[in-house]
C-alpha cells in the first residue's frame, strides 16, 4: 500500500484546493456564503418574502448548501493537517491512509476500515 509523505504536500493542497474552489462556488450559487465563507464577499441584502415563493428550490438548495458546507469543512481540517503534518493518518486508529483513498477523497480523515465503522454508526443511528 502506498501512503502519503511529505513531498506530496503540494499536489494535495492542489487537489484541496480545488475543491474548496468549487464548493464556495455551490455555496455561493445557493446563497449560503454568508455563514460558510465569512471572509468572501458578503452577498446582498434579501428580502425573505420573496424567497419564500421559490421555497421548493430552497429545500433543494438547502440540502446542496448544507452538504457542501460539511465537505468544506472537511477540506479546511484537510488543510490544517497538510500544514501539521498529520496529514494522511487516520484520525481513529492513527494508521496511514491508503494513497489511492486520498487520492480519490483528499478530504477523508479516515482509514477504510474505520470509515466503514463510522458509516455503519450512522446508518444505524438513521434508523432509529
Ligand atoms: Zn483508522
Request: negative net charge; aromatic residues 4%.
Amino acid at each position: 500500500m502506498q501512503v502519503y509523505d511529505s513531498t506530496q504536500a503540494a499536489r494535495f493542497t492542489q487537489l484541496l484546493t480545488q475543491r474548496e474552489a468549487e464548493l464556495r462556488a455551490i455555496l455561493a450559487a445557493t446563497g449560503d456564503l454568508a455563514d460558510a465563507a465569512p471572509d468572501m464577499t458578503p452577498r446582498e441584502v434579501v428580502d425573505f418574502k420573496d424567497l419564500a415563493i421559490e421555497e421548493t428550490q430552497a429545500v433543494v438548495d438547502e440540502a446542496k448548501a448544507e452538504h457542501a458546507g460539511v465537505e468544506l469543512q472537511q477540506i479546511l481540517a484537510a488543510r490544517h493537517r497538510l500544514a501539521d503534518h498529520t496529514y494522511g493518518q487516520c484520525l481513529d486508529c492513527g494508521d496511514a491512509i491508503d494513497l489511492r483513498r486520498l487520492t480519490a477523497l483528499p478530504a477523508t480523515a479516515f482509514c477504510t476500515a474505520c470509515q466503514s465503522i463510522h458509516e455503519q454508526e450512522h446508518l444505524a443511528a438513521t434508523r432509529r
